[in-house]
Each structure stands twice: as C-alpha cells, then as structure tokens.
C-alpha cells in the first residue's frame, strides 16, 4: 500500500511563474490536507480538502494561492506569480477516519519549491 | 487546540532510553494527546496517540499523567535514526471539520548522540 505521493519532489521556479504541486492520498483516503514549512520555521496548515471540496482555506495566503482536489486524480495546489517568499516545503497528508480526536495524519514527502 | 509545552532540545545516548516530555495543562477531556516526529529533510510521521491510559505500539510508548496535564514519550532505546523533531499535539475528538487540521508548535529537536 503505497504512501502519500508527492511531485515533485523539488521546484525551481522563476518570479512571476506559475507553481503547480501535486498529491495523491494514500488509497482509500479521502481526506487530504496541504500545510507548509518556510525556512527555520514550523509547520503551518494551509487548507483541508475532501473530494470536491474545501473544507477549510483559513491558512492559505489570500491570493495566488489556490487548491482542488478533484473527484479523479490527485490534489493540486497553484501558487500564481510566484515570488521569492513562497520558497518552502509544502507538504501534503491524507486521512481516513472521520473523528478528528483519533485521525492520523499520513504525510507525504513533500514538495521544496525555490524560487530564483 | 489547547496548547502544549515542550523543551526546546534533548540530547540522548544512543542505545539509551528518552523521555521526552509535553506539558498541556489546559488540556479539555475530550482531547487526544498525539505525537508526531520530523526526521531531516522528511514529512512528519504519525508516532502514538492516547486519551488517558499509557499507550504502547512497536515505534515508543505513551506514558500519560494522572490528572492528564502532561505526558512523555519514551523511546525505549534510541537509535541515530531516532534524531528528528518531536511534536506534541492535542485534538479534540468533537471538531467541526474546519478544526481537523494539526497545529504544530515548535516541538523539542532531538539529539542522539553515538
């Protein structure tokens, strides 16, 4: 049973680009949640997403920043116009249960995004 | 979430057992005391979680307060392989789906020494 898929792996991208990462749950999940780490700082939660829905965006950047998680396919996350800033490690994670006191949380190995 | 409390590093001999310590003193009794670790360059990884007996499963084991303000996670011997960041989190177990997401704090980095 394979784990949280993430690629890539790692991104170069220049100012003004666009950054596309990507997610796949592990099977059978149906929960997934993307959170980021800037450089020598914790983890923060960006956005919660169940299929074809977001559950909750209270962490995400309120532009350039936006999240699907389609019916087919993995979860996508689009950061727009790039700028330096946005140099992070983004990190997804799946889950399957519904009660949240009990939930793990499955993390993928994450995306390093750099922008030049 | 209530918050917790950790030391900001620990050192450990390898081989040796760790015991790392979470104070949550407002903790709420509908609330999970979780942990998760960090390895270098890795996403976090789920470790134990527990409600209010000591938990035990093949990576460490749970050991929780009495009156649940506080709680240890003990690594019952510690391998190089064991240095990573050490998270401490609590969860309610009746949230409304926007609170499902972890809130990590800064968590105590781990040091094992050969």
Known sequence: NAGVMQNPRHLVRRRGQEARLRCSPMKGHSHVYWYRQLPEEGLKFMVYLQKENIIDESGMPKERFSAEFPKEGPSILRIQQVVRGDSAAYFCASSLRTSSGTDTQYFGPGTRLTVL | ?114
């Not at chain 2, 011997?77 to 972890?102: H, K, N």
């Open chain 2, 1 to 114: 979430d209530a918050k917790t409390t950790q030391p900001n590093s620990m050192e450990s001999n390898e081989e040796e057992p760790v015991h790392l310590p979470c104070n949550h003193s407002t903790i709420s009794g509908t609330d999970y005391i979780h942990w998760y670790r960090q390895l270098p360059s890795q996403g976090p990884e789920y470790v134990i979680h527990g409600l209010t007996s000591n938990v035990n499963n093949r990576m460490a084991s749970l050991a929780i307060a009495e009156d649940r303000k506080s709680s240890t996670l003990i690594l019952h011997r510690a391998t190089l392989r064991d240095a990573a960041v050490y998270y401490c989190i609590l969860r309610d177990l009746i949230s409304s789906g926007s609170a499902r997401q972890l809130t990590f704090g800064s968590g105590t980095q781990l040091t094992v020494l050969p």
